[in-house]
């Protein structure tokens, strides 16, 4: 299974939105609303951020939100913060009942 | 809270055993996963396994060679691996998933695997 495609990085001022895309194809995240976001600090285990598209687990953020179209699945991160530089992974359960991470996108608050 | 361990630095063709521990809640109740992450790259899903181990996936580049298991009973995961190899070389993590979802968490801190000569 080839990993979802995602932008090596991405940055931005604080304050500012930022948006991280996800694509994969129709074996994976065109067939179903099953896409999930981690966040991962340095040295550190990743976090749920986001499953089912854009559902936050209790805790997270409000300006963290998901969304789907397509084949392709998308990260809006809004007022970016400075503990909001991290690595975040996109993943998505796939035809063959197993699960596929992106290639991770590297966000950078400048 | 998950908790792994049993990393080492192994060589080439070695075996090893690695442990997930959870606390804290039902272990029974969640299916549970494997994933890894190579130095400097992203993660990759390597295996699942559910509630009561009947139902078990595995990644293509891990098939035939790594094999997961559950002891519900002493609330345990647990991965052997066999036939290592360099590309092996990652931190190992566990993480709890929702019965019929796909979702994992949370995570364990990960365990590190070296496959050196």
């Known amino acids: 299974q080839f990993p979802l495609i995602q932008p090596a990085s991405v940055s931005g001022s604080p304050g500012q939105s930022i948006t991280i895309s996800c694509n994969g194809s129709?074996?994976?995240?065109?067939?179903?609303?099953?896409v999930s976001w981690y966040q991962q600090h340095p040295g550190k285990a990743p976090k749920l951020l986001l499953f089912e598209v854009n559902v936050r687990p209790s805790g997270i953020s409000a300006r963290f939100s998901g969304s789907k179209s397509g084949n392709a699945a998308y990260l809006t991160i809004s007022g970016l913060e400075t503990e909001d530089e991290a690595d975040y992974h996109c993943s998505s359960l796939t035809s063959r009942s197993t699960e596929v991470f992106g290639t991770g996108t590297t966000v950078t608050v400048l | 809270q998950l908790v792994e361990s049993g990393g080492s630095v192994v060589q080439p063709g070695d075996s090893l055993r690695l442990t997930c521990v959870g606390s804290?809640?039902?272990?029974?109740?969640?299916?549970m996963n494997w994933v890894r992450q190579a130095p400097g790259k992203g993660l990759e899903w390597i295996s699942y396994?559910?509630?009561?181990?009947?139902?078990?996936y595995y990644a293509d580049s891990i098939r035939g060679r790594f094999t997961v298991s559950r002891d519900n009973d002493k609330n345990a995961l647990y991965l052997h691996m066999d036939s290592l190899r360099p590309e092996d070389t990652a931190t190992y993590y566990c993480?709890?998933?929702?019965?019929?979802?796909?979702?994992?968490?949370?995570w364990g801190p990960g365990t590190p695997v070296t496959v050196s000569a």
């Open positions: 804290g809640f039902t272990f029974n109740s969640f299916s």
């Open positions: 129709r074996s994976n995240i065109g067939a179903y609303s099953s």
């Open positions: 396994i559910s509630l009561s181990s009947t139902v078990i």
């Open positions: 993480a709890r998933a929702p019965t019929t979802s796909n979702w994992f968490d949370p």
